[in-house]
């Protein structure tokens, strides 16, 4: 019995210092700092890291990974899924998306946006909503945008290089 109890007090001991009860989930302008469920956001993941409050303002991070998506449909699901959330830095990565949706990232608050090894179709409405918010960085790598007037190289089935 004891042994029990001694099991049920250590797993909410890890319970709570994975998430403290008194943690702040919402920024100054009321955008949700905490993963939404997954299923909003698949195939891209969400994980937030936890600070002890001594050492960092922030309390905690949010992070989201989209990787190796081929279909704007399913990317511009999964980033709407983001929408009303603050998401200190947003990861595309081995992607291709023809068709990015204009204003593709309104209502999200993105702090830092790395786009690597990753080809973009776009209208100068895709990162409107981005630009002139509160994202401080944008970080490309190895990635290829192409605008709507102008054509990206297509491979002999149509896909783009």
Same mark, same amino acid.
């Given at each position: 019995?004891?042994?029990?109890?001694?099991?049920?007090?250590?797993?909410?001991?890890?319970?709570?210092t994975?998430?403290?009860?008194w943690?702040?989930?919402?920024?100054?302008? =009321?955008?949700? *700092?905490?993963c939404?469920?997954?299923?909003?956001?698949?195939?891209?993941?969400?994980?937030?890291?936890?600070?002890?409050?001594?050492?960092?303002?922030?309390?905690?991070?949010?992070?989201?990974?989209? /990787?190796?998506?081929h279909n704007?449909?399913?990317m511009?699901?999964?980033?709407? =899924?983001? *929408?009303?959330?603050?998401?200190?830095?947003?990861?595309?990565?081995?992607? *291709?998306?023809?068709?990015i949706?204009?204003?593709?990232f309104?209502?999200?608050?993105? /702090?830092?946006? *790395?786009?690597?090894?990753?080809?973009?179709?776009?209208?100068?409405?895709t990162?409107?909503r981005?630009? =002139?918010? /509160?994202?401080?960085?944008?970080?490309?790598?190895?990635?290829?945008?192409?605008?709507?007037n102008?054509?990206c190289?297509?491979?002999?089935y =149509?896909?783009?290089i």
């Open positions: 019995m004891n042994s029990i109890l001694i099991i049920i007090s250590l797993l909410s001991v890890c319970i709570q994975v998430q403290p009860e943690i702040e989930t919402k920024t100054e302008l =009321g955008f949700d *700092r905490k939404p469920e997954e299923h909003y956001i698949h195939p891209c993941v969400c994980e937030n890291s936890f600070y002890d409050y001594s050492e960092n303002d922030e309390i905690f991070d949010t992070f989201v990974y989209c /990787k190796e998506i704007a449909e399913v511009k699901w999964a980033i709407f =899924g983001l *929408r009303g959330h603050h998401v200190d830095t947003l990861y595309i990565e081995h992607c *291709r998306l023809p068709d949706p204009s204003k593709l309104f209502d999200i608050e993105i /702090k830092t946006l *790395r786009i690597k090894h990753t080809i973009i179709l776009v209208n100068e409405k990162f409107q981005l630009f =002139g918010s /509160k994202t401080e960085q944008t970080f490309l790598s190895d990635s290829k945008f192409c605008s709507t102008s054509s190289t297509k491979d002999y =149509g896909n783009f």
